[in-house]
């Protein structure tokens, strides 16, 4: 079966620029499926971040206002997110996903999630 | 973009009973594309349903999804203990893809 695992820092200073990095076990990432991140603050709702297919393109949320790059490492069967100037508004639980085919795509494997603290 | 206002904010049910959430979208969901998962506390949400009505892989027949257009409802025909979650809607029929704010479904 398919499994994702976050990794992160954990804690962030205003204005450093994050790095998550997605594993895929299971299923190879070269293969197809498109693959997501998304978030959760705490306590709040789900938001999509953003996607990336096999052959590099990538499709972000607009809300990020272009500071989101999501990227493939293919012989690691990784993906990864990189979000710059972060602020507290970005301190959430990010996941990982993998994106069906449909539409925009629903998520239908997802990491157990990294917790992101914003902190000075 | 699309919203997706769900309801009830919470709703409060005891083992056994019949639950009915409902996802509102403000405009039309392009071919019906609506997801529901489940989220217990401290885990990643669990895809339940997808393209509006079908089961995922593993999902028990007690959940059921229904509706079109801008109404769709996610059914829970008799409560098991392990069901008592928060469950959020998304749309997919439209760019940005879209979650609505969830329903806590909790014990009476």
């Known amino acids: 079966q398919v499994q994702l695992q976050e990794s992160g820092p954990g804690l962030m200073k205003p204005s450093e620029t994050l790095s998550l990095t997605c594993t895929v076990t299971g299923y190879s990432i070269s293969s197809g499926y498109y693959w997501a991140w998304i978030r959760q603050p705490p306590g709040k709702g789900l938001e999509w971040i953003g996607t990336i297919y096999r052959a590099g393109s990538t499709f972000y949320n607009p809300s990020l206002k272009s500071r989101g790059v999501i990227s493939l490492d293919t012989s690691k069967n990784q993906f990864s997110l990189t979000l710059s100037s972060v602020t507290a508004a970005d301190a959430a639980v990010y996941y990982c996903?993998?994106?069906?085919?449909?539409?925009?795509?629903?998520?239908?494997?997802w990491g157990q999630g990294t917790l992101i603290t914003v902190s000075s | 973009e699309i919203v997706l206002t769900q309801s009830p904010g919470t709703l409060s049910l005891s083992p056994g009973e019949r639950a009915t959430l409902s996802c509102r979208a403000s405009?039309?969901?392009?071919?019906?594309?609506i997801a529901w998962y489940q989220q217990r506390p401290g885990q990643a949400p669990r895809l339940l349903i997808y393209?509006?009505?079908n089961r995922a892989t593993g999902i028990p027949d007690r959940f059921s999804g229904s509706g079109s257009g801008t109404d769709f409802t996610l059914t829970i025909s008799r409560l098991e203990p392990e069901d008592f979650a928060v469950y959020y809607c998304?749309?997919?029929?439209?760019?940005?893809?879209?979650f609505g704010g969830g329903t806590n479904v909790e014990i009476k």
């Open positions: 405009q039309s969901v392009s071919s019906n594309y």
């Open positions: 393209d509006s009505s």
């Open positions: 998304q749309q997919y029929g439209n760019s940005p893809s879209a």
């Open positions: 996903a993998r994106r069906s085919y449909n539409g925009y795509g629903y998520f239908d494997w």
